[in-house]
Protein backbone atom coordinates (compact mmCIF):
# COMPACT_ATOMS: atom_id res chain seq x y z
CA UNK A 1 0.00 0.00 0.00
CA UNK A 2 1.63 3.64 -0.52
CA UNK A 3 1.57 6.77 1.45
CA UNK A 4 1.25 10.11 1.55
CA UNK A 5 2.95 12.76 3.79
CA UNK A 6 1.02 15.46 5.70
CA UNK A 7 1.88 17.86 8.19
CA UNK A 8 0.29 17.84 11.36
CA UNK A 9 -2.31 18.80 12.51
CA UNK A 10 -3.67 17.88 9.22
CA UNK A 11 -3.12 14.43 9.27
CA UNK A 12 -4.73 13.71 12.63
CA UNK A 13 -7.75 15.90 11.27
CA UNK A 14 -8.14 13.58 8.19
CA UNK A 15 -7.73 10.21 10.28
CA UNK A 16 -10.51 11.54 12.19
CA UNK A 17 -12.72 12.49 9.36
CA UNK A 18 -13.02 16.25 10.71
CA UNK A 19 -11.19 17.37 7.40
CA UNK A 20 -12.66 15.74 3.91
CA UNK A 21 -10.13 16.91 1.41
CA UNK A 22 -6.62 17.06 1.29
CA UNK A 23 -5.38 20.19 -0.61
CA UNK A 24 -1.98 19.83 -2.91
CA UNK A 25 -0.45 22.20 -5.39
CA UNK A 26 -0.41 19.07 -8.29
CA UNK A 27 -3.05 16.57 -8.81
CA UNK A 28 -3.41 12.52 -9.24
CA UNK A 29 -5.07 9.80 -10.49
CA UNK A 30 -4.53 7.86 -7.63
CA UNK A 31 -7.31 6.46 -6.09
CA UNK A 32 -7.60 3.97 -3.11
CA UNK A 33 -6.53 3.18 0.43
CA UNK A 34 -3.31 4.91 1.08
CA UNK A 35 -1.10 5.01 4.27
CA UNK A 36 -1.42 8.28 6.17
CA UNK A 37 2.49 9.38 7.33
CA UNK A 38 2.45 12.33 9.74
CA UNK A 39 5.26 14.41 8.92
CA UNK A 40 8.33 15.40 11.02
CA UNK A 41 7.26 18.80 10.46
CA UNK A 42 4.91 20.95 11.80
CA UNK A 43 2.39 23.21 10.99
CA UNK A 44 2.90 26.83 12.69
CA UNK A 45 -0.03 27.13 15.23
CA UNK A 46 -0.40 31.08 14.57
CA UNK A 47 -3.90 32.75 15.88
CA UNK A 48 -5.07 32.19 12.30
CA UNK A 49 -4.32 28.95 11.27
CA UNK A 50 -6.37 27.83 15.12
CA UNK A 51 -9.20 30.23 13.72
CA UNK A 52 -9.42 28.07 10.72
CA UNK A 53 -9.52 25.08 12.05
CA UNK A 54 -11.82 25.59 14.54
CA UNK A 55 -14.04 27.19 12.50
CA UNK A 56 -14.59 24.16 10.87
CA UNK A 57 -15.31 21.81 13.63
CA UNK A 58 -18.12 20.98 15.57
CA UNK A 59 -17.70 21.55 19.37
CA UNK A 60 -17.50 17.89 20.30
CA UNK A 61 -14.28 17.64 17.50
CA UNK A 62 -12.69 21.11 18.50
CA UNK A 63 -12.59 19.97 22.16
CA UNK A 64 -10.96 16.91 20.83
CA UNK A 65 -8.80 18.30 18.85
CA UNK A 66 -7.47 20.74 21.55
CA UNK A 67 -6.70 17.79 23.81
CA UNK A 68 -5.07 15.80 21.15
CA UNK A 69 -2.91 18.97 19.88
CA UNK A 70 -0.02 18.39 22.44
CA UNK A 71 -0.14 14.64 21.92
CA UNK A 72 0.08 14.36 17.92
CA UNK A 73 2.80 12.10 16.56
CA UNK A 74 5.19 13.04 14.13
CA UNK A 75 7.45 11.16 11.96
CA UNK A 76 5.07 7.98 11.62
CA UNK A 77 2.15 6.34 9.40
CA UNK A 78 -0.84 7.01 11.87
CA UNK A 79 -3.38 5.73 9.95
CA UNK A 80 -5.34 5.15 6.87
CA UNK A 81 -7.74 6.62 4.06
CA UNK A 82 -9.32 5.97 0.51
CA UNK A 83 -8.42 8.51 -1.94
CA UNK A 84 -11.51 8.91 -3.97
CA UNK A 85 -11.08 11.45 -6.32
CA UNK A 86 -9.06 14.91 -7.68
CA UNK A 87 -10.41 17.69 -7.74
CA UNK A 88 -9.85 21.56 -9.17
CA UNK A 89 -13.14 23.30 -7.27
CA UNK A 90 -14.71 21.65 -4.12
CA UNK A 91 -17.96 22.97 -2.09
CA UNK A 92 -15.63 21.93 1.25
CA UNK A 93 -15.07 24.66 3.49
CA UNK A 94 -11.18 22.70 4.09
CA UNK A 95 -10.88 22.91 0.19
CA UNK A 96 -8.06 25.80 -0.50
CA UNK A 97 -5.68 24.40 -2.85
CA UNK A 98 -5.03 24.21 -6.67
CA UNK A 99 -6.26 20.32 -6.04
CA UNK A 100 -8.34 19.01 -3.77
CA UNK A 101 -7.70 15.28 -3.03
CA UNK A 102 -11.47 13.61 -1.63
CA UNK A 103 -11.07 11.00 0.97
CA UNK A 104 -13.47 8.81 2.33
CA UNK A 105 -13.42 5.87 5.49
CA UNK A 106 -10.58 7.11 7.65
CA UNK A 107 -9.32 5.53 10.28
CA UNK A 108 -6.77 6.62 12.94
CA UNK A 109 -3.94 3.82 14.53
CA UNK A 110 -3.91 3.19 18.29
CA UNK A 111 -0.22 2.92 18.00
CA UNK A 112 1.58 4.63 15.70
CA UNK A 113 4.38 2.83 13.21
CA UNK A 114 7.67 4.86 12.75
CA UNK A 115 8.52 5.36 9.51
CA UNK A 116 10.46 8.02 7.38
CA UNK A 117 8.30 10.39 5.26
CA UNK A 118 8.98 11.04 1.31
CA UNK A 119 7.40 13.80 -0.87
CA UNK A 120 4.55 12.45 -3.30
CA UNK A 121 3.12 8.92 -2.91
CA UNK A 122 6.00 6.50 -1.72
CA UNK A 123 6.04 2.68 -0.60
CA UNK A 124 6.60 3.14 3.11
CA UNK A 125 9.88 1.37 4.58
CA UNK A 126 9.03 -0.33 8.40
CA UNK A 127 11.88 -2.13 9.09
Not at 10 to 18: D, P, V
Not at 78 to 89: P, Q
Not at 96 to 116: A, D, H, R, W
Amino acid sequence: MKALSFKQPWAWLMCKGFKDIENRNWSTKFRGRIYVHASKSKTDMDKETLAFILKRLTNRQASEFMLAYTRLTFGAIIGELNITGCMDLHPSTWFFGKYGFTVSNPYLYEIPIPCKGMLNFFEPNFG
